[in-house]
């Protein structure tokens, strides 16, 4: 099994923890994460996007002018797509953007994603952030003291906790999420994951059955 070492908030190493094979220790499926990328962004369109066509336009009720000898382009209709105010050709209309993907590909692709940020040496485990009172500032320096103050950061935590969540909501680049409720997208945009060991649990709880 994978090994990690475990810090506390001010960064210094405490102890080692053993990860789970099914989660850390896969080689990293490029493609799968690829698709449930694909199908997360799917499911964020609204798909009501909507162009009127040359039926659905107001007017056009009449021939504008007859048929020949008029020195003009036979015309049908002043709603035809070549014409200013007239219906769209090709146009989008009201559709479901839905990708599928099997539950055993998505918790997969998770697993790759989550493999590939330990391997690179992305992936920062605490036992706990410690704080007890909402302090922008004490945040500021827990992301400093594990060497993460100016990337893009994604915090786990085991369970919602208030005060973490207000300290550091107002930091740039920083994001706060309860595991296992984060999107691969979250996952993969971050550049240093931080994870308490209760996040690593929860997650081994339901991905790696």
């Known amino acids: 099994m ?7 908030a001010q960064g210094k190493a405490i102890g080692e923890a053993e990860l789970n094979d099914k989660l850390f220790g ?4 490029v493609g799968l994460m690829h698709r449930k990328m694909r199908v ?16 659905e ?11 020949k000898h008029t020195g003009r382009a036979r015309q049908g209709t002043i709603r035809a797509p070549h014409w200013r105010k007239g219906g769209v050709a090709h ?3 009201p559709r ?5 993907m099997s539950k055993k590909e998505k918790r997969l692709a998770l697993a790759s994603a989550l493999s ?5 040496g992305d992936l920062i485990l605490v036992d706990d952030l410690g704080m007890t009172e909402i302090k922008t500032k004490r ?5 400093s003291g594990l060497g993460a103050k100016d990337k893009k950061v994604l915090i786990l935590l085991g369970e919602h906790n208030e005060t973490v969540w207000k300290s550091f909501r107002n930091l740039p680049n920083v994001q706060v999420k309860v595991a296992p409720g984060f999107s691969l997208v979250e996952l993969l945009s971050a550049n240093t994951i931080i994870a308490t060991q209760s996040a690593v649990q929860a997650m081994e709880e339901v991905w790696a059955r």
């Open 57 to 67: 336009v107001a007017g056009g009720g009449r021939k504008p002018w007859k048929q």
């Open 91 to 93: 146009g989008p209309h």
């Open 116 to 120: 590939a940020k330990f391997q690179a």
């Open 96 to 100: 479901d953007h839905e990708i599928t």
């Open 139 to 143: 945040a500021m320096e827990i992301l």
């Open 26 to 29: 896969l080689t990293p499926k």
């Open 2 to 8: 994978p090994k990690i070492s475990v810090h506390n």
């Open 40 to 55: 997360e962004q799917a499911h964020q369109r609204h798909g009501t996007h909507d162009t009127l066509t040359r039926a």
